[in-house]
């Protein structure tokens, strides 16, 4: 055993990753690109969202790559084993038809960047423009233009249909004494990384492989998706991560681009890259987000939540990301949209729908934010419809006992929805507020004070991702623990992290398990030659699932080096703790450095304990079934009703992540994660004109928040540890953007109340609000003072 548990599990420790990256010396895609001799390519794209190829030419001298080059390729074809998913084939270069502006029709090959730029604009594509779909309620309706060619088992374009009706539904819905019903929508929106995707291919003519390097989340599962597609076996490629400047789930997807680099590299037996550019980005990169719910609460007299009925529609895009499917976004709807809250009764329909835009695919939260904002504005609108107090609406339907089983079976662990809510109310002084509200409201000021509840399923393991039906399961992690003569420790593990200190926090795990310090264990990761297969890090998963491995993996390791000890202390492996970089007998003072044991466990095999194996190698494994983080968000807002503009004056977060590792990490991610849901709720918005064009292809008309729009951010925890996790951990991942902007969109309900505007569109921008407030008062509503709510309103 180790003595001193838990003495860096709880530390707010520096990152160990950090140094490098701040002192200008990360290894980034352009950075391998700049290395290298290698020759570059520019990709040509698309400038209609729905035609016919006719032809593709290029001058003599352009190196110029199409689908005909591609033929001995498969498409990539993402599956769910259901009868409501239809699968659609995507090529690697459109092949014959385009299906939405920025799909990429062919790829040019130069020395340069610059010279790679200006050979693509000489080549010339001749495309027979066809009527687009570009709105998913229309893209549903008969006679519809198809984006793809079906067949379709339900209605038009419809490629994922799921339905769920609990038997008492019906009888619930008419038992209740008053049926409240909103519709709510989130605009279309980009991940937006630091830095845009980029890969760069290195072929090796001595053994005929080749390495990608490349942005992703998941080199293990990306390589087999590219495998297939090329027909290669996967030893013949090897993929890698290197620093990864932001990535949000946009980069957990398989780049087809990457597909025809490697193809090309094979083919010409050369090195290539591939930089993308911002505008590119925008254009054609994964999009997020467009989705519409109507929902309907079933309510007594008393706030009491009977039934909830929903119709969800996702606009998917023109095809499917590989490996989660565009299933992901409206099945997580379907299956979590309950979130914290009681729901005996349920129905809901939940589509995807084809369009002719970019393809949808998960973004910090996927479904979770609209979820949210669902759930936590039928409150706010329930609590005003039935006259009660918003907060004791929610309390009476929070989830109080555990584990909870939902009606669509998901299965929720020990969490703390009631009691966070009640710490936030200590927090924010709800009287105090509402006599500044009516202060500022006799002054023509607006004031609002919101707040939303909700449930972050994470560390989602096989059990979940097999309830989707996918094709390719994820959920497990592996990871090898080494230790070398020298007494270093080395942890190689399947997931990939991308900025989140999974390698600090994984370092401060096995340290507690082998009484050593963080820096004395170095995590490698990213890198297919050199890691266990696993699906890297995406869904809040990699302190779960990876931790729980790497705990594992630190017990056996223990275990093993104690055993050894206790031959060099002789005396029993019980009676042998590690601590201090040292095995000591305990209560004593006889100890043994870890070096020392290291060299017995190599360089004395002859005198390791009967039937033990020389040399310090063990393996660790978890997949769990998942684990519920939960918070509250609480936002103090003003809005200018003579622009629309909403400035938020106060954000306070109540999380609840179980054990905190690294406090120091958690509170960055909630802080990061805040931010960008800032911009869900107020700024971020991708829009198309009536042609499918996307207008907002550049920092000037997409607009991220800055530090002037982002305020201080209170942090509180609470700490509820589940036997769903093995460390205690949950994940934090996404919940910072998952509850933000429910409470802001609240709180601008809120401070409009005078006015009876209820906003239910993500994101509010100035226009919008402006809007709603002209329209409340030409419809005669006018400004007074809000009714009087007590402390727990």
């Known amino acids: 055993m180790t003595s001193e548990s838990g003495n860096w599990v709880g530390r707010s420790l520096p990152r160990l990753e950090d140094p490098a990256i701040v002192r200008g010396w990360g290894n980034y895609v352009a950075d391998i690109a700049a290395r290298d001799t290698c020759s570059y390519a520019v990709f040509v794209r698309s400038t209609v969202a729905s035609g016919r190829i006719r032809s593709v030419s290029a001058p003599a001298g352009v190196v110029l790559v199409t689908a005909a080059d591609l033929a001995d390729t498969l498409p990539v074809t993402p599956r769910l084993n259901r009868p409501d998913y239809v699968p659609v084939d995507m090529p690697l270069l459109a092949d014959g038809v385009v299906r939405f502006v920025g799909e990429p029709i062919a790829m040019v090959v130069a020395r340069t960047q610059a010279e790679a730029e200006d050979a693509a604009e000489l080549v010339e594509v001749d495309i027979e423009t066809l009527e687009p779909v570009l709105d998913a309620a229309r893209a549903v309706r008969p006679g519809a233009p198809l984006v793809h060619p079906g067949p379709f088992p339900g209605d038009p374009n419809t490629v994922v249909d799921g339905r769920l009706t609990t038997e008492g539904y019906d009888a619930a819905v008419e038992a209740a004494h008053r049926l409240v019903e909103i519709e709510v929508s989130c605009g279309r929106q980009s991940a937006m990384p630091m830095e845009a995707r980029a890969s760069h291919v290195s072929f090796d003519r001595a053994s005929g492989r080749v390495t990608l390097s490349t942005t992703t989340q998941m080199p293990h599962v990306i390589r087999t998706g590219l495998c297939d597609s090329l027909q290669i076996p996967e030893d013949r490629l090897r993929v890698v991560a290197p620093d990864v400047g932001g990535a949000f789930g946009a980069k957990m ?10 193809h090309t590299a094979l083919r010409l037996r050369l090195n290539l890259a591939w930089i993308e ?24 007299a008393n706030g009491e939540l009977l039934a909830l009925g929903a119709d969800l529609v996702a606009d998917v895009g023109a095809y499917s990301c590989y490996p989660v499917t565009y299933g992901v976004e409206p099945l997580m709807a379907f299956a979590e949209l309950p979130g914290p809250y009681k729901v005996a009764e349920y129905s809901v329909r939940s589509r995807g729908v084809l369009s002719n835009k970019c393809p949808i695919a998960p973004y910090r939260g996927v479904s979770r934010p609209v979820q949210t904002l669902a759930m936590e504005r039928l409150m706010d609108v329930a609590a005003t419809e039935l006259d009660l107090d918003r907060v004791q609406l929610r309390l009476a339907n929070l989830i109080r006992d555990y584990p909870h089983r939902s009606p669509s079976g998901v299965v929720m662990d020990s969490s ?9 109310l200590e927090v924010v002084d709800f009287d105090e507020f509402a006599t500044r509200q009516r202060a500022a409201l006799r002054d023509g000021r607006f004031l609002g004070l919101g707040f939303s509840c909700f449930a972050e399923r994470t560390g989602y393991g096989t059990p979940a991702f ?39 926090t994984l370092a401060q795990v096995v340290a507690d398990e082998l009484g050593v310090t963080p820096g004395r264990v170095r995590v490698v990761h990213s890198d297919t030659d050199q890691t266990p297969y696993g699906w890297g890090s995406f869904g809040s998963r990699a302190m779960v699932i990876a931790g729980g491995a790497s705990k594992r993996a630190g017990g056996r390791m223990r275990d093993k080096l104690c055993a050894i000890a206790a031959e060099l202390l002789e005396c029993s492996a019980d009676d042998v703790e590690l601590a201090g970089g040292s095995a000591r007998v305990r209560g004593t003072q006889a100890s043994v450095p870890l070096e020392r044991v290291a060299r017995m466990a190599y360089h004395s095999s002859h005198l390791l304990p009967a039937g033990m194996e020389p040399g310090l190698d063990v393996t660790g494994e978890y997949d769990p079934q998942g684990t519920f983080s939960n918070a509250v968000h609480l936002v103090e807002v003003e809005v200018d009703p003579d622009t629309g503009a909403v400035d938020i004056q106060r ?44 207008v907002t292809t550049s920092l000037m008309d997409y607009l991220p928040p800055t530090v002037h729009e982002v305020p201080t951010i209170e942090m509180h925890h609470m700490v509820t540890v589940s036997d769903f996790t093995i460390t205690g951990a949950k994940g934090v991942g996404e919940g910072g953007l998952i509850g933000a902007p429910a409470a802001i969109l609240n709180a601008i309900s809120n401070a409009l109340a005078s006015l009876a505007v209820e906003l239910l569109h993500i994101p509010a921008t100035p226009y919008r609000v402006r809007a709603a407030i002209r329209a409340a008062c030409a419809a005669g509503n006018q400004p007074s003072s809000p009714k009087t709510e007590g402390a727990a309103s």
């Open 253 to 262: 997807c398989l780049a087809r681009e990457d597909g025809v680099l490697i």
């Open 277 to 300: 550019s911002r505008d590119e980005n925008f254009l054609a990169s994964w999009h997020s987000r467009e989705q519409r719910y109507r929902v309907t609460g079933a309510f007594r």
């Open 416 to 424: 703390s929805h009631v009691e966070a809510l009640q710490r936030a």
């Open 651 to 694: 954000f306070v977060v109540v999380e609840d992540a179980g054990v905190l590792v690294n406090p120091a990490i958690v509170d960055g991610q909630v802080h990061g994660g805040v931010a960008q849901g800032i911009a869900n709720a107020l700024y971020e918005e991708l829009l198309y004109d009536d042609a499918g064009n996307l």
């Open 466 to 504: 097999a309830a989707r039906s996918m094709a390719i399961t994820p959920g497990y992690e592996q990871v090898q623990l080494t230790c070398d003569p020298s007494g270093t420790f080395v942890l190689r593990i399947g997931a990939s992290p991308h900025g989140q200190g999974l390698g600090t």
